[in-house]
């Protein structure tokens, strides 16, 4: 666990910057250690992913899942499998329902929902125009508080277009969609499409963390959200690869398909004293 | 693994030399190291850097005044290059700086620069790779770079950077006005050039024959090349660049080594009989495209002409003393014709591929005024081949002259006759009448148009009486 060691030693040089420009928040600037694992999946078992973990969003939703995106998702094994240690989503160009794409998206929602904690995942991505692959969360109250009140955390948003762009965002009442909080990655030297990276946050009480391999790039508090904090209850998981869509258009001609998106480890931490 | 194959080869060598030296009990210590050629990837930042000189394509019509040194339209530092590119009629920019030290650029993934232009342009072709010495054996080149008036970064990815251990072109430019109305009177800008690691050049995505698969059949002893050699990459910008890149890039396959051979310059050798794949790898990913060669073995030799020699004026023939020498690759505009002499059974013969139209241009013109008829032997090697072949009489002027859809003007005339019904595999002879419009006019018989086929053989060109 090198790896997060190096994290915390950033996380720690980052806290105390933050300290000493802003002396009046002392009390908030916290490191907040997630050590306790929680939940795993390696993806060691070739076959459909772990059902006690991950179930499936099916179709186009309304209005392509909200955001005008072009695929339908199935749980087919075409379009989703576990295979040689990795969980791989496949984006399709095919006509399925009425489509011109097929996928997968993957969610957590009543298996496994948890409040704060260090959420992190080893992905490696596709490229090109019309990509959209991502990596997030939704509050687990969805159903009875819609979206954005449910609130919404995306610890890896990507345009296939821009291969070298991470975006890290939350969402809520009053900053949501184009309002976002957000911020972009630019990965120096090297790109998301062609080896595993490692993405995620480390969400506590007073403030969300972003981070990718050993690099903490953002943290959002309850202080830069424009609305509503609605960060403390449990959220679920979310892994899909869309086609198209609002935030990156629509694929081109030199789109290549089939084209996956590889997850080698999805892993969640608690710190018991703060879940 | 070609250059480990290199330094295997070099290892080998001295290994041996080391074995004559073995009497004298010394063997190699563990860190022996090959010397390298220094790895700076520098260009031109603010001066030219070290070793590098100008080499304008004077041969080639360049004008070498186009190249200066600028110092007040600079992207960065204190200097830049300009080129002036002429207007139409007046020359081009076309230059190659190379080194007079070889530089390792295999370290690198990318060379790139800033550049902008007076107006909005089309750059015809920037690159690097130019080298006498080596033939362009690892020439790079981007076509079409599209420039604006502002500074922007240009990146031409590396197709191969293992490859590049010994270079001396480090960046080749030409651009010029092609036409009347093409962009010309402009200047053109560059700075910052420099070969760089990104690290962000990936997804490679090699082609061979425009990453089409190809048919070819043939017969041996005929040689064929691969063209249409590409590298992909797709850049941080998302951009997906292709650049043409030169064959020693690429590691060449025949599936059958019996049939066919290809070197690394992309040489096919038509060898045996039967079928073989030709396919290419670029830096261990394979490239689309490929060509299939169908051949039908040796070429039979055409039916040996039997007339006397006094009876023919001979335009080809290994039988017949020419009557005239002739251009047979005219280079008309738009012709898409590759002409190639080859054997037939040690029996020359012209060799026709693709054609769309060319010609066989007589150096002198032919008095025809004894003879009744053309005779030419056709060889097609697949079905449905045509081609219309037109005799021009050119006129007492001695110049061909021809309206803008090919048919003749002034004091010239021509007869059309076309070339079909042919067997494939076989020689068809055409004993062709020399009447309609050339009846009366074949005193100055200039040329020979051939429309059409467009993969066929010719053999034994003559006029003749009997």
């Known amino acids: 666990m090198k790896l997060k060691n190096k994290i915390y030693k950033i996380l720690g040089t980052f806290v105390l910057v933050i300290f000493m420009g802003a002396c009046d928040t002392e009390d908030e600037q916290r490191v907040v250690n997630f050590t306790q694992l929680v939940v795993a999946d390696e993806f060691s078992t070739d076959g459909a992913p772990n059902n006690n973990i991950w179930g499936f969003d099916i179709g186009t939703g309304e209005n392509g899942w909200g955001n005008n995106e072009l695929q339908y998702y199935t749980d087919r094994t075409s379009n989703v499998k576990v295979e040689n240690g990795v969980l791989v989503i496949t984006a399709q160009r095919e006509n399925f329902e009425g489509s011109a794409f097929t996928s997968a998206r993957l969610l957590t929602k009543d298996r496994f929902e948890q409040r704060y904690g260090r959420f992190e995942a080893r992905i490696r991505l596709p490229f090109g125009q019309g990509m959209w692959p991502a990596f997030w969360m939704l509050g687990a109250d969805i159903d009875e508080n819609p979206w954005p009140a449910a609130g919404e955390i995306d610890i890896m948003e990507y345009r296939g277009q821009n291969p070298t762009v991470l975006i890290g965002s939350v969402h809520g009442p009053g900053y949501s969609g184009g309002n976002a909080i957000s911020k972009e990655y630019v990965l120096e030297n090297d790109r998301f499409d062609t080896g595993f990276h490692v993405f995620g946050i480390e969400w506590g009480p007073e403030a969300v963390n972003f981070y990718v391999d050993d690099v903490l790039y953002n943290q959002i508090t309850r202080e830069d959200v424009t609305g509503e904090w609605v960060f403390d209850k449990p959220f679920f998981m979310l892994m899909n690869l869309a086609v198209g869509g609002t935030f990156v258009g629509s694929p081109n001609e030199e789109t290549i398909f089939p084209q996956s998106m590889l997850v080698d480890y999805v892993r969640v931490y608690e710190n018991t004293n703060e879940n | 693994m070609k250059n480990k194959k290199y330094i295997n080869l070099r290892f080998i060598v001295l290994l041996s030399l080391g074995i004559i030296f073995s009497s004298c009990e010394r063997g190699f210590s563990d860190d022996v190291e090959f010397a390298e050629f220094p790895s700076n990837g520098d260009v031109f930042l603010d001066a030219f850097s070290a070793g590098l000189d100008y080499f304008p394509f004077v041969d080639a019509g360049a004008d070498p005044e186009a190249f ?3 110092t007040e339209e600079v992207f960065e530092g204190d200097a830049a290059m300009r080129f002036d590119v002429p207007s139409f009629g007046n020359g081009f920019v076309g230059a190659t700086f190379n080194t007079t030290a070889r530089r390792n650029l295999s370290g690198f993934d990318a060379l790139t620069f800033y550049a902008k232009a007076s107006q909005a342009a089309s750059v015809d072709a920037v690159g690097f790779g130019i080298s006498g010495e080596t033939g362009n054996q690892f020439q790079v080149t981007l076509n079409g770079l ?7 970064k240009y990146v031409i990815p590396i197709p191969d950077a293992s490859k590049l251990i010994a270079e001396t072109g480090l960046f080749w430019l030409a651009e010029g006005a092609s036409f009347e109305g093409d962009e010309g009177g402009y200047t053109l800008f560059f700075d910052e050039i420099r070969f760089e690691k990104l690290g962000t050049i990936a997804q490679p995505s090699p082609a061979i024959f425009e990453g089409t698969n190809a048919v070819e059949n043939t017969f041996t002893g005929s040689t064929l090349a691969v063209s249409g050699l590409t590298q992909t990459f797709n850049l941080d910008s998302g951009i997906n660049q292709t650049v043409t890149v030169a064959p020693s890039y690429f590691d060449f396959t025949s599936s059958d080594t019996d049939v066919a051979i290809v070197n690394e310059r992309g040489e096919i050798s038509v060898i045996g009989e039967g079928t073989a794949q030709i396919s290419a790898i670029l830096a261990n990913v394979a490239a689309s495209g490929g060509l299939e060669i169908n051949s039908g073995g040796g070429l039979q030799a055409a039916p040996t002409p039997t007339l006397p020699q006094a009876n023919v004026n001979s335009i080809f023939s290994d039988a017949y003393v020419n009557a005239t020498e002739s251009n047979f690759t005219p280079g008309f505009g738009g012709s898409t014709t590759e002409v190639t002499t080859t054997s ?6 012209l060799s026709y591929v693709n054609n769309n139209f060319t010609g066989i241009i007589f150096d002198t013109t032919v008095d025809g005024s ?27 002027n001695q110049t061909i002259e021809s309206d803008n859809n090919g048919f003749p003007i002034a004091d010239d005339v021509d007869f059309r006759f076309t070339l079909n019904n042919l067997t494939v595999g076989e020689w068809t002879s055409f004993n062709i009448p020399l009447s309609g419009d050339i009846t009366n006019q074949k005193n100055n018989l200039g040329a020979l148009i051939l429309v059409g086929g467009p993969n066929f053989l010719l053999d034994n060109i003559y006029f003749f009486s009997e």
Do not use: C, K, M, P
């Open chain 2, 370 to 396: 004894a003879r009744t008829f053309l005779h030419v032997d056709v060889f097609a090697q697949e079905a449905n081949v045509e081609v219309e072949l037109q005799i021009r009489d050119v006129g007492a």
């Open chain 2, 68 to 70: 200066s040194v600028e």
């Open chain 2, 344 to 349: 037939a059974n040690g029996d020359a013969v």
């Open chain 2, 146 to 152: 599209q420039v604006s008036t502002r500074w922007q």
